[in-house]
């Protein structure tokens, strides 16, 4: 038997899901999407040089999504006794994305993207990679959760304390809303239930070869389950189900690469 410590990032990882559980009512729903065009497109794209990609796609359709359904970006906060929701009035896509730490343990952490909504497909694709690609120790983010597991106990409580109290304290390090960028192909599981921090989470999974009924004939088409997690505190079904519907057609057509 081997003892493995607890390490600070899933400390901090844990705290961050607790204050998810005791301070929002997190709700989940599986949407299908055909993104056959769209993987087609991009697949075009890139072999004539442009730079872009399915989760750079996947951000400005969801930063869209925001901004066409001002709802989901509001978030609920709670200052001592009393809660409030705040309206954001910029949208701010949090991007978690998963990369290797210098001593081999796995750290996932936020690519904090501004405007989202404003930016081009292609911008978004160059602050990623440059995430992604840049030493750990020069992406600010990573300096400042670094400090943050660096923190004793009763810090940590404070942390939580601002983030679910002061709105600027909570956008500066989780944005207005949450996107994964761990999309699988072909094998894993379909999104299920999920806990976030936000009123407004996407969760991409999978995209598998599924069969399709298509103008009268049954095709194979390229399917991406997202789930999205919601606070039923602040969003009901039909602020869900309009949001998806406002993302469909950003996903089922190639509009945003045109």
Known sequence: MKIIPFTRNRQ???EHLQRAKK???????VFEFDVTDLLLRLDQERSKGRSVSLVSTLVKATAMVME??????????KKWFKWFEVEFDHVSCTLVVLREGAN????LFPILIRDANSMSVEEIYELIKWHKTAAMEE????????QIKKMS???????NYKARS?????????GTYGLSSMVRYDWGGIAGNGIAN???????AIIRDMPVARDGEVQIRKIMNMAIVADHFILDGGDIDRGMNTLRPLLETTVLLD
Request: charged fraction near 20%; proline fraction near 9%; include cysteine.
């Open 139 to 146: 992406i600010p983010q990573v300096k400042a959760f670094q």
């Open 104 to 107: 081999g343990e796995e750290v």
């Open 153 to 159: 106990w009763l810090k940590m409580k404070l942390f």
């Open 68 to 77: 066409q359904n001002p709802r989901m970006n509001h978030h609920l906060f």
């Open 166 to 174: 002061d709105p600027k304290f909570y956008e500066k390090y989780f």
């Open 23 to 29: 301070f929002h009512c997190p709700i989940t729903g």
């Open 198 to 204: 936000t009123a407004s989470g996407f969760v991409p």
């Open 12 to 14: 901090f990882i844990t």
